[in-house]
């Protein structure tokens, strides 16, 4: 058991994992972890939140669901945004059979009558929340954060299996029903052999391609890209159904698609039955499915059994563990990535695997490959957690025959020869020539290119081409690229280099936080970027900071620090900003709503709650009016800057320590005030603060 001081900072570690991997999961739809890994995680939180129920914050992942409302404009169109008449809640979940059967138990201890189950496949899509009126399709939205959602009607209209109109009899004036937007695997190998076509990234499994798909703002494209829909769940006033299935009955006689999969068990038996059937079944379904939902049948007894701030007590899921199969390791090649990490990748003797072929599996590392103790030629086991990316989980000895041969990891960088080091505390070795090594340049150059750095319209077969013919060695090359250069590309004419040339100079326009990571500096992923560029402003500022400055960074330790004024003293990378400059890319901040201020220059602030507006704008308003962010209360906090439900930590700790707390509407003031001219007022100063009382709860 941990002790308070030890849970308090594993609960923070553990909230900035879960929330991350949340936006990349809902937002950018590009997971970096299975379902397995985030579950297990979100219930060792649950676990020391139940343990120290004062921790318990507002903002902690288990109180809320993920979000997947658009961060910012799309291609020039944002997405409005509607309240959810009925919150829209995720569902417990769980791999282990026994907290199936306590779920059961649980019911049927507080409902005390007979009841019935509805089994059914979870499918693993989007969730949508389609709203018909006189039975017709009003509106459709997304879950967004489960209060408030992305309307997507236009897109959705094109989805070949919603009915835009209802017909039949019985259909109430005004209902929701809820589903899933899910793309077949037929559709999504369609999709990514285009494009992979078109020298774009694939998406990693039909859940991403589903639900970037359905933020797309050409509604025709979305009809054409596949999709399909399941509805599972009816919502309204005063429904004239007894049972969920009969619910379920009746959408399908209006023309809604609902699923043929389900089953109404009556006992634990009979869902386990269900559970191992489909189990097997679904590795032969032409869709990817991740587990069973078991639903309280009856209405009145779902009504009754409520919900959690999160989940409903009336339903739980059961995930299937990832799929596994056993497979002969061919070979093993030694991959060099742009940051110079030399990573191990097994080639496989093609094996099926959540609805694709499998040929490729990372081995991660040298240290991973000892732990295996594999072999080339060995029978290992292979598996795609979250269906994302094939894993080697383990070697069946008893497989093993006389003719495999160990594995040698390369003491010299398998691409340009140089001797690999290691630093102290990594996993992996590394190539230290940075500038000078072939595939971390052109590893540079895409991750330049990218569409979450500059958003240039281009994939890996052009950088190649233009690696191999001396056109591109540095990011600031590609502003020199004429369209002479490009028509000497392999299959280009004078549409595709002018298409290039164009995306290239609309990234001019691209915000500095994006330039700042498309520079690939080691370490400094997107997050990273922002912090930095919402700290510093502009590159000259940043590029200036000593190792000290950089450490006064929110969320900057010593590693990025050290890497980012290794990357400043180097005269070649001075150099390429300077061209990069001279190009016209965006190297300093813009700052929105008004001239910037320095009403808050020296003073640290430390925020907690829920504000008005997002945590991350709360943060840029105080840097733009020369504040600085902290993470926790020191002697060197100047307030402690709170919104609704502060965390009752922040609030204790500031009260004990005479740190001045004011409110969302204060701050707004203050800032406000400097902004029309007048004086700021210092740490003991003039200015009016709201002192919050801690209250029992809080």
């Known amino acids: 058991m941990l002790t308070r001081e030890e849970a308090t900072i594993r609960i923070q570690q553990l909230r900035e994992i879960l929330s991350e991997n949340n936006r990349l999961y809902y937002v950018e739809n590009a997971p970096v972890m299975s379902d397995f890994e985030f579950d297990a995680l979100m219930k060792e939180l649950s676990g020391l939140e139940k343990q120290y129920p004062d921790l318990v914050t507002a903002d902690s992942p288990t109180q809320h669901v993920g979000s997947d409302l658009s961060a910012a404009k799309s291609g020039g169109r944002e997405f409005a945004r509607y309240r959810h008449r009925y919150p829209m809640l995720s569902l417990g979940n ?263 072929v499998v040929k490729r599996a990372s081995l991660h590392n040298s240290e991973q490959m000892t732990l295996l103790d594999i072999r080339i030629g060995d029978y290992v086991y292979v598996e795609k957690g979250g269906e994302i990316i094939p894993k080697i989980t383990g070697v069946e000895l008893s497989m093993r025959g006389t003719d495999v041969t160990f594995p040698h990891f390369p003491d010299r960088c398998p691409d340009c020869g140089s001797l690999l080091v290691r630093d102290e505390g990594e996993a992996r070795y590394f190539c230290p020539n940075t500038d000078g090594c072939p595939t971390q340049i052109k590893g540079k150059l895409v991750h330049f290119i990218s569409r979450k750095a500059m958003n240039v319209i281009a994939g890996d077969a052009t950088i190649e081409q233009l690696y191999n013919l001396g056109l591109v060695k540095t990011p600031a090359d590609f502003y020199s690229l004429t369209k002479e250069d490009l028509l000497r590309l392999d299959g280009w004419k004078d549409r595709s280099a002018q298409r290039f040339l164009d995306s290239l ?99 640290t602030i430390v925020i907690s709650g829920n504000f008005s507006v997002s945590r991350d704008r709360m943060k840029q308003l105080i840097v733009s009016h020369g504040g600085k962010n902290s993470s926790s209360l020191s002697g060197k906090t ?33 800032i406000s005030t400097g902004e029309s001219g007048r004086k700021p007022a210092d740490r003991n100063g003039s200015m009016q603060l709201t002192l919050f009382q801690e209250t029992e709860g809080k």
């Open 505 to 603: 100079a609309e990234s001019r326009k691209v915000t500095f936080d994006h330039v700042l990571f498309a520079l690939g500096i080691r370490y400094v992923g997107e997050s990273t970027a922002r912090e930095l560029a919402a700290y510093f402003r502009n590159i000259d500022a940043l590029a200036a900071a000593s190792r000290e400055d950089l450490l006064q960074v929110e969320d900057i330790g010593e590693v990025i620090a050290d890497s980012l004024t290794a990357y400043f003293k180097d005269a070649k990378h001075i150099e390429m900003i300077s061209r990069l400059k001279s190009a016209g890319l965006q190297f300093e901040t813009e700052q929105a709503g008004g001239p910037v201020s320095d009403i808050l220059e020296g003073k």
């Open 94 to 356: 769980t791999y282990d059979i026994s907290e199936v059967v306590a779920f059961a138990e649980r019911a049927a201890k507080s409902i005390g009558n007979a009841f019935s189950y509805s089994c059914e496949l979870k499918f693993d899509g989007t969730a949508i929340c389609l709203t018909y009126r006189k039975g017709v399709l009003f509106r459709a939205l997304t879950r967004g954060d489960g209060t408030v959602g992305d309307d997507v009607t236009e897109n959705v209209r094109h989805i070949s299996n919603i009915p835009g109109t209802l017909s039949g009899t019985g259909i109430p004036d005004e209902f929701e029903i809820r589903g899933e937007i899910y793309m077949p695997y037929k559709a999504f190998d369609r999709l990514n052999a285009e494009r992979e076509r078109d020298e774009d990234p694939p998406f990693a499994n039909p859940r991403n391609a589903a639900s970037g798909s359905l933020k797309l703002t050409d509604p025709a494209e979305v009809g054409r890209r596949g999709l399909e829909c399941t509805l599972y769940h009816m919502l309204g006033e005063n429904l004239p159904f007894e049972t969920h299935d009969q619910a379920l009955c009746a959408a399908k006689s209006w023309g809604l698609p609902v699923s043929d999969k389900r089953r109404i068990c009556r006992n634990i038996s009979e869902i386990e039955e269900y559970i191992d059937f489909w189990d097997n079944e679904r590795k032969f379904l032409p869709f990817a499915t991740d587990g069973i939902v078991i639903k309280v049948n009856e209405l009145p007894y779902q009504r009754e059994l409520g919900y959690t701030a999160k989940f409903p007590r009336w339903a739980v899921a059961y995930k299937f563990k990832a799929e596994q199969a056993v497979t002969k390791l061919l070979s093993i090649d030694y991959q060099v990535g742009r940051t110079g990490a030399v990573t191990p990748v097994a080639n496989l003797d093609p094996v099926q695997l959540s609805g694709t």
């Open 638 to 670: 100047s307030f402690l800057l709170a919104g609704e439900k502060p965390g009752p930590e922040k609030m204790k700790k500031a009260g004990l320590s005479g740190i001045a707390v004011i409110s969302e509407q204060d701050f707004m003031k203050m």
